[in-house]
Each structure stands twice: as structure tokens, then as C-alpha cells.
């Protein structure tokens, strides 16, 4: 987990609420990726960014939002259109977005809808 | 298009013996391969991936992986498992001709030592 911090560990949201997990690394990586985990399922890819002030939707990006003002955070928006937020969150980070390259995870959050 | 597969939910071994999580893929080019753990309410942690070259890859916590062609493989391998490997093990692949956004990873398998 070294290099990528993910806070809050645990996040609790009302129905209706949107909130903001956050992602920071200080990899000096340029790519950053936001991943969902359900039980008994392989992550799948909400949202990634190449660079700065760009980034690309991925497999499931309905209901979330992101931005990328710095190349070190990526903080994900799970907004109120999000109909099954429940899950674990991993964000990773690799050098840059080229096939071989490595991805690095955070410790994740794990966000719970009251 | 790419998948992969692992095909085993769980895998039960005693500590001392030798351990195998399988894991096939389908990719319409070549392979690039990767293998993960997951300790409960962790992050992925990197174990080892195979580029290219020698088809045996060695990682961390003395594991290695044996990529084989013929057979879209690669399984992941210990000599002698240890406790402490129980642990959620990731298989990912993704095609040599596509981004790194484009990875697919398997649904997971238990790997469960007993002492």
C-alpha cells in the first residue's frame, strides 16, 4: 500500500448524500485509476486519468464523478445517482497508462449507504 | 476481447506443502500477466508479472508463476505454503496492444492454509 493513501478507511452515507473518497499518492506516477469491489467479483473500472485535467470513464462510471486538478490526488464523487453504492473502493496508480506497466493500490475504502 | 478465469473459488492447503492457484486468460494478442493478494481490508498488493521472456516469473514471498502458452495459463505457485499466505489472490491480464486502463481482472480465489 506504500506511496497511496485512500481516506476515510470507513465512510458511512445516507441515502440522497453525495460524498467524496479521497486519493493521493506520491508515486510521481501520471496515470491514477478508480476501482470498485463487490464479494465474489474482480474489480471493475469506474474511472481512470492519464494526466492531469483528464481522465476517461470506465467500465460502470454511472452515478460517479472525479477530477484530476493535481498529478498526486484523484478524489472519486459517489453521487446520489449511484443506485448501489455499497462497495469497496481501490484507487491505484502506475507510471503511465502504456500495457506493461504496473499498478500500485491504495488501502481502499469501504463505503456503506444507511 | 480479454477475460480470464480463475477457476477455483477456494484452494485448502496444509502448511509445508507445495501451493497452486490456477488462473487461464483469453487475449486476442499477447499477454501481459499479473498476480495480486488481498489481505482482508487491504489494498491489492503486486506479486509478480510476466512481460515477456522466461516463461518462469519470480515474485514476492517467494512465489513464482509459470506462464504457458500453449495452455493461456498461468498459475500462480509456493514451494511450501506458510499461514500467513491465507489471503484473496487477483489473476490479471491485459493485451500487449492495449492501455493499462484496459486490464481484466479474475474474480478471485481464497487460498486457506492450515497449520
Known amino acids: 500500500d506504500g506511496g497511496i493513501t485512500q481516506s476515510p478507511k470507513y465512510l458511512f452515507r445516507k441515502e440522497g448524500q453525495n460524498v467524496t473518497l479521497s486519493c493521493e499518492q506520491n508515486?510521481?506516477?501520471?496515470?491514477m485509476y478508480w476501482y470498485r469491489q463487490d464479494p465474489g467479483q474482480g474489480l471493475r473500472l469506474i474511472y481512470y486519468?492519464?494526466?492531469?485535467?483528464?481522465?476517461q470513464k470506465g467500465d460502470i462510471a454511472e452515478g460517479y464523478s472525479v477530477s484530476r486538478e493535481k498529478k498526486e490526488s484523484f478524489p472519486l464523487t459517489v453521487t446520489s445517482a449511484q443506485k448501489n453504492p455499497t462497495a469497496f473502493y481501490l484507487c491505484?496508480?502506475?507510471?503511465?497508462?502504456?500495457?506493461?506497466?504496473?499498478?500500485?493500490f491504495g488501502p481502499g475504502t469501504r463505503l456503506t449507504v444507511l | 476481447a480479454q477475460s480470464v478465469a480463475q477457476p477455483e473459488d477456494q484452494v485448502n492447503v496444509a502448511e509445508g506443502n507445495p501451493l497452486t492457484v490456477k488462473c487461464t486468460y483469453s487475449?486476442?494478442?499477447?499477454?501481459?500477466l499479473f498476480w495480486y493478494v488481498q489481505y482482508p481490508n487491504r489494498g491489492l498488493q503486486f506479486l509478480l508479472k510476466?512481460?515477456?521472456?522466461?516463461?518462469l516469473v519470480k515474485g514476492s514471498y517467494g512465489f513464482e508463476a509459470e506462464f504457458n502458452k500453449s495452455q493461456t495459463s498461468f498459475h500462480l505457485k509456493k514451494p511450501s505454503a506458510l499461514v500467513s499466505d491465507s489471503a484473496l489472490y487477483f489473476c490479471?491480464?491485459?493485451?500487449?496492444?492495449?492501455?493499462?486502463?484496459?486490464?481484466?481482472f479474475g474474480s478471485g480465489t481464497r487460498l486457506s492454509i492450515r497449520p
Open positions: 490479471a491480464v491485459r493485451d500487449i496492444l492495449s492501455s493499462a486502463s484496459k486490464i481484466i
Open positions: 508515486l510521481n506516477h501520471d496515470a
Open positions: 510476466y512481460i515477456t521472456g522466461d516463461n
Open positions: 487475449v486476442s494478442g499477447n499477454p501481459y
Open positions: 486519468s492519464q494526466i492531469v485535467n483528464d481522465f
Open positions: 491505484a496508480s502506475s507510471m503511465e497508462l502504456a500495457a506493461g506497466d504496473t499498478q500500485y
